[in-house]
Structures are given as C-alpha cells and as structure tokens.
C-alpha cells in the first residue's frame, strides 16, 4: 500500500463514513425519542436515489402514487376519529391541507418536464415525495402501538421495513440505477484526484449534522424533542405530545435518510434492497455510541466506514463480516461498563 | 362561564379501577377560579389517583368540566392546552437537562402558540426562586430535593396554567423548605392563580386553603372551608393531632 492508494481508500472510507454518521444519528434520534429501532431508514434512503434516478431519466417515479394512497388512508383515519368525538375546524383544515399536498404533487410529477428540471429542482421535488412519508408511517404503524413494549416495536419495525422493500421492487424495479453528480469537476490533491461528489457528501453531512446539534441544543422545538427522551411523562405534562414528536423525529429520519441516498446515488449504484445493509452500517456506528451519545455515535460511523474501505483492500471477499464483527468488542465493552437501567414506562 | 357560577374545575362522579380494584368512588370536587382549595387525607386514600385522574394520567369514567368545557377520559396534552398543570409527586423533571431549559419548556405550548412573553415570566419565576437563577446552567439532575421541588413548581408556571395542581409538594423536604413553599402557594392565590393542592401536611394546607376536601378510601368524607375543618375535632384528632404539635414546635 502506498500513500496514493491509502488516500484513496480514506477518501472512500470518510465519504461512507459521513453518510453513516447521518443515518446514525437518525437512529439514535428516532430510538430516544419513540423507543423505536428504525429498520425500514435504509428504505429512504433507496428511495431518495431511486426516485431521483427515475427523474432524471425523465421517467415517472411512481412514489407520488404511494405518497397519495398512505395520504388517505391516514386522512380516513383522521376523520374517523373525529366524527367519533367532534369535528374540528382546525382539524379538518389539516385534513384538507394534506390530501391538497399529496394531490399537488402528483399533478406536479406528472406535469413537469422531470428531467429538464434543474438539478436543485430535482432534489427539492424527491425530497418532497419522500419526507412526508416520514410522519405518515408514524401515524399509520406505530402511533397505536405507542405503549407497546420495545419488543412488539421491533417486530412492526421489522415488518414495516420487509413490506417498503417490497414495494420499492414494486416502484422501481429490479434494475440498479446511478445519478448524475452534483458537479463535474474534480479536485487535485498532491497527486490524487478528489472526486467532487465526495466532497460534496461530506460537506452536505458536516452541515446537516451541525445543523441538528444547533437545532436540538438552541430550539425549543429541539429541546421539546430531547425532553420527550428523557422523560415522556413530563414532557406530556407540558403539553408536549409524543406523537407530536413521534412524527417529527420520523419526518428527520426521512429527510435525512433520503437526504444521503440523493448524495450517494452518483457514487454507488443502489438497487431497492440495497438501504439495509446501508442503514445497519449506521446502526454499528450507533451501537458504538451505546444508542445514547450523538458524538461518539457519530466517530463510530466514521471508524466504521474507514474499517470498510481498508479491509475492502486487504480482504475485499471479508468486507462485510469484518464491519459487522466491529460490533461484537463494543457490545462486549458496553454491557462490562454500562448498568442496567429500569424502563420506566 | 358565568351560568356555572365561575366554577373554574368540578369533577362528578369520577371513578378511577386499577383492574378490579376502585381507586377512586363517585368523587364530586368544586374549584372555583381564583381559589386555592386542598384535599387531604391518609396514604392511599386516593389522592395522588385524583390528580392523576383528572390531569387524563389515569383514564377514568365521569365527567371533568375545567374552564367552560366538559372533557370524558380526555389526554393529558388536551388538558394541558386548556390551561391546566400538574406538579406531579414524582416532579418528572428532565434530569440531563439544565434548570433553564426546563423551565423554557414549561412555556412549548405557549411559545408554540406565537406567545413570546414567557421571557417575562421566566424572570419572575427567578425572583420567586432565586436558588433557580444561581443554578440555571446546572443539570436538573443535580439540584437537592425542595431546589427539584421549585424547579417543577416555576416550569408548571411557565406554562401560564389557569388552575395549577400540586401533588404533595412537601413530600420528603425539610421543614425549613415546606413553609418557603406554603409561603409562595399563598403569593400565587394572591396574584389570582387558582391552585389545586393534595397534601399530607394537613395542617399546612388547611391554613393556605380557602375550601379543603378531606379524602378517606377513595371517598369524599368531609368537606367545607379550610378554616371550619381545621377546627373540626375529628380533623384535629385524625390529621393535626401530632403533626400540629410537631408544626408549632416548628414555627416558635
């Protein structure tokens, strides 16, 4: 190995390592705050690639049919519930804003010219069909289990993310597919080409993940969102919902996920089974924060993309089982440091 | 609101089961605005059932009117929007958070709501308890037990609720603390707040109280205003006996 290859493979290394630092830290957020270990984050992020392949090829992503249909159901189950009570105004109002939402996409898809579009247009529109999805699978599958032992969410997580694998076959097909970079130059360093692309995904992960640790450590939006982690009672007790905070860290989850298979697409190509393997590397990294700290969660996600690509060199055919083996000294180390604590609710 | 004779909560007929077991048994309880009225009584006879109750903690059957409306089993964040707050025994504080941030998130809904004069409260919340304003950047989860107690009192406040309810503030504090407390609950129904108390300090609560109802196995046994009970015999007999002594051993 020579210093020209070593870069290379750290190049390759920090770039998986930024998208897995972003999906860890998904993980975490979404397992704090809803007790829920989100399985089906590697299907956004298949989602966001393929449906922004599907764009630029000018082809129909099909998703705004899928958006549309979770729509109403979830807008049945909104007026069931309330002609069993009372309707509200506002309620109804949220209602009609949402199927508006659903339906202006879907006229919206099928009515721009997607691949003439440009580029941050594209991102924009996959973005759209995507985050909604978010808080919609909160409400569909997982509200009404909201009390439901850590088990029993596992399980539904699980399934939830067997049936998106299913229906991303369904949307997309079998066939792989590859985006166009961001840009198309490239960068010299000493005798090594950079590929823009890479700098774009670690650019774009530093600032989404310095952008969260703002928002969560200055917003009271964020605040309310770290106290429903520590303490679900007092936070309903403050009028703090959770699953007010259910659908928004969901509503993350997706726009984080999607958000890293939009960068990735031009690097790697994604077929629609491809984000498990993606997102449980991000959940290494997580294990390796002990799913509570965000920084080492984050380290972790980064050791873990650099252990990929190096072993990629020395032992391709092992590449996978040596990440996953990276697990077993922390979980070792974890249950040696760390006590058991009481589930309170 | 004026046809209900500015009755600000009146539960009826309220009745709370753990499984078979009836907690709570056809509990009727009036609070009219402005007052501070308080329910005592011995452990277990429901107390921390009836806050928990009517706070929508504990689903129960019967009806809760709270300012102007009528709620059946309703959520805990409903009510909360409403104006009602809890103190709960267990203060439910976010203990790896900081005194401030806790207080910042007693006022959510009203930031939520475009409300931005929580700024104002917050600082009066840290005249009203300045040990909070010393320790504002500590975690929550390092403060002593009455510095926990003021800190679930002062986020309960943030919130601006219209009826705030306690359950046993005093419990486990030292006396010194428990009488700064029942000195602020009297500043607060000054200033016009209308405060639910549960307390086992019978003797305390009686003498803040304008009204107290007196909860004995998940039943009303007596109720009327906090002065009358206070010198009812078997008040004084069954809750101020020994504690009235241990108190003005106390206060002289």
Known sequence: ????????????????????????????????????????????????????????????????????????????LDLYQQARSRFNRRKLQGVALKLGYAATLVILVHTLPLAELPMGAQILLTLALIVPLGPIMYRLFFQPLADAPSLVLLIVSIAVHVSMVG???????????????????????????????????????IFLIVTLFIAFERTLYGKALRATAVNRMGARLLGISPVFAGKVTFALAAFIGSASGILIAPITTLYYDSGFIISLKGFVGAIIGGLVSYPLAAIGSVAVGMVEAFSMFWASGYKEIIVFTLIIPFLIWRSMTSHHVEDDE | ?????????????????????????????????????????????????????????????????????????????????????????????????????????????RYRRGDTSYDTTLAEIYSLFPRLWERRHQQAGTLSGGERQMLAI?????????????????????????????????????????????????????????????????????????????????????????????QELLSS
């Open chain 2, 154 to 246: 002062g986020r309960a406040m943030m919130g601006k609720p219209k009826l705030l309810m306690l359950d046993e503030p005093s419990l486990g504090l030292a006396p010194l603390i428990t009488r700064e407390i029942f000195r602020i609950f009297a500043d607060l129904r000054r200033q016009g707040v209308s405060i639910l108390l549960v307390e086992q300090n019978a003797r305390a609560a009686l003498k803040v109280a304008d009204y107290a109802y007196v909860l004995e196995g998940g039943q009303v046994a007596m109720h009327g205003p906090a002065a009358d009970l206070a010198n009812d015999p078997r008040i004084i007999e069954a809750y101020l006996g020994l504690a009235s002594k241990h």
């Open chain 1, 167 to 205: 229906t991303g076959l369904l949307l997309f097909g079998p066939e792989g597919a590859r985006t166009k970079p961001f840009s198309d130059s490239g960068f010299h360093l000493g005798s090594v080409m950079l590929k823009s692309q890479t700098l774009w995904v670690i650019l774009v992960s």
């Open chain 2, 1 to 109: 609101m004026s046809t209900q004779d500015n009755k600000l909560l009146n539960v009826s007929d309220l009745h709370v089961a753990y499984g078979k077991v009836e907690a709570l048994t056809g509990i009727d309880l009036t609070l009219k605005e402005g007052q501070l009225v308080t329910v005592i009584g011995p452990n277990g006879a429901g107390k921390t059932t009836l806050l928990s109750a009517i706070m929508g903690v504990l689903p129960s059957t019967g009806t809760i009117h709270f300012n102007g409306q009528d709620f059946f089993s309703p959520e805990v964040e409903t009510l909360v929007g409403h104006g009602l707050g809890l103190v709960s025994e267990k203060r439910e504080l976010f203990s790896t958070m900081s005194v401030q941030d806790n207080l910042l998130l007693g006022a959510f809904l």
């Open chain 1, 1 to 76: 190995m020579n210093l020209q290859i070593a870069t290379l493979l750290g190049q390759d290394g920090l770039t998986n390592g930024a998208i897995y630092a972003l999906l860890a830290l998904s993980i975490l957020l979404v397992f704090t705050v809803t007790r829920i270990l989100l399985i089906p984050l590697g299907e956004f992020v298949t989602f966001g690639a393929l449906t922004m392949a599907a764009i630029q090829m000018g082809k129909l992503p099909q998703l705004e049919w899928l958006l549309l249909g979770l729509t109403c159901i979830d807008c049945s």
